[in-house]
């Protein structure tokens, strides 16, 4: 054996001891072309590092995907800005960038009733957060709420919410099925708390502001979450007939209901009772 072999029998340990699996994969293939072209030492060892670099980045983004919990399909692409007219597709765009509403912990609140791409429109957000490099967990809010009640039941709670600051963004979908009746929900509350004006939240959710009071278990809770959520806030309404109804019945001309203001003016009750005032940016 020559020292080079020697060197090239090496090379597969330290490259994987060193975590660089492409410049692994690849320098066998680039250091024949460069042995063959007479690539300078510096564009060798360049073009090498340059391969790890990007491949890096997007498998840092493949694990962020995996761990998001996002649902596959639901992004921008297959997201039809169509079907919800007061919905800027521009805005939207704009929030999926990320950048200053993430860094300075903004939040989403998304209105409608049941099938008007609510999940969809979250998720899309959610998607291209991670493929701009940003880390997003989209949960059910009652599955989240169960974990953080679990958490603190073990007395575990402020780990449990220190654990989720690492999310840039987490998406709380569905809001509204969470009954303060099934389950004591004053984890949530610790959740909005925790993160208002530092970390981002994605909320879905069915019913209006003034129904929320099922969901925290007094009304001076109830104000004081709606409070933080709106304070910076971003919020759609998604008041149009079902997409999942439409698609069922396409066959049949038919209007789209697009009148519907009773989430906004419940919205506005709320917030004119609570006496604050409010940075609220209603999408429109
Ligand atoms: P919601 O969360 O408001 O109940 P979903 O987001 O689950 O509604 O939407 C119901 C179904 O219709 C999903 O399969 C979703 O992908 C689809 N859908 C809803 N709105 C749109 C839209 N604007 N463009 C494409 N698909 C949509
Ligand atoms: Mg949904």
């Not at 790890?52 to 399909?73: D, I, N, Q, W």
């Not at 509403?101 to 989403?108: H, Q, V």
């Not at 209105?111 to 008007?116: A, D, I, L, N, R």
């Not at 009652?142 to 402020?158: G, H, I, K, Y």
């Amino acid at each position: 054996m020559t020292a080079g072999q020697v060197e090239a029998a090496r090379l597969p340990i330290m490259l994987a001891e060193l975590r660089l699996p492409t410049i692994n994969r690849l320098w066998p293939e680039f250091a024949a072309r460069a042995d063959q072209e007479g690539w300078p030492a510096a564009r060798f060892l360049a073009s090498l590092v340059e391969h790890e670099l990007a491949e890096r980045v997007t498998r840092r983004v493949e694990r962020h995907r995996l761990e998001s919990r996002l649902p596959p399909e639901k992004t921008l692409a297959t997201f039809d800005f169509a079907a919800v007219p007061k919905v800027r597709k521009a805005h939207v765009l704009a929030l999926a960038a990320g950048d200053s509403w993430l860094e300075k912990g903004a939040n989403i609140l998304v209105f409608g009733p049941p099938g008007v791409g609510k999940s969809h429109l979250a998720a899309a957000i959610g998607h291209a957060l991670v493929d701009n490099g940003y880390r997003v967990l989209f949960s059910r809010t009652v599955d989240l709420v169960q974990r953080l009640q679990a958490a603190r039941r073990e007395l575990a709670l402020p780990a449990a919410l220190a654990k989720l600051d690492k999310y840039d963004l987490l998406v709380l979908d569905d809001i509204s099925y969470v009954r303060k009746d099934q389950a004591e929900t004053s984890a949530m509350f610790e959740l909005i708390a925790e993160r208002y004006e530092r970390r981002s939240l994605l909320i879905t959710a069915n019913q209006p502001f003034s129904a929320w009071d099922q969901i925290f278990p007094d009304p001076a809770m109830t104000v004081a979450a709606i409070d933080r959520l709106v304070h910076h806030a971003t919020i759609f309404e998604l008041n149009v007939e079902s997409y999942r109804r439409r698609a069922a019945i396409r066959t049949r001309p038919m209007t789209i209901a697009d009148d519907n203001q009773t989430t906004l003016e419940s919205l506005d009750a709320t917030t004119t009772r609570s006496g604050a005032s409010h940075e609220a940016d209603a999408v429109t």
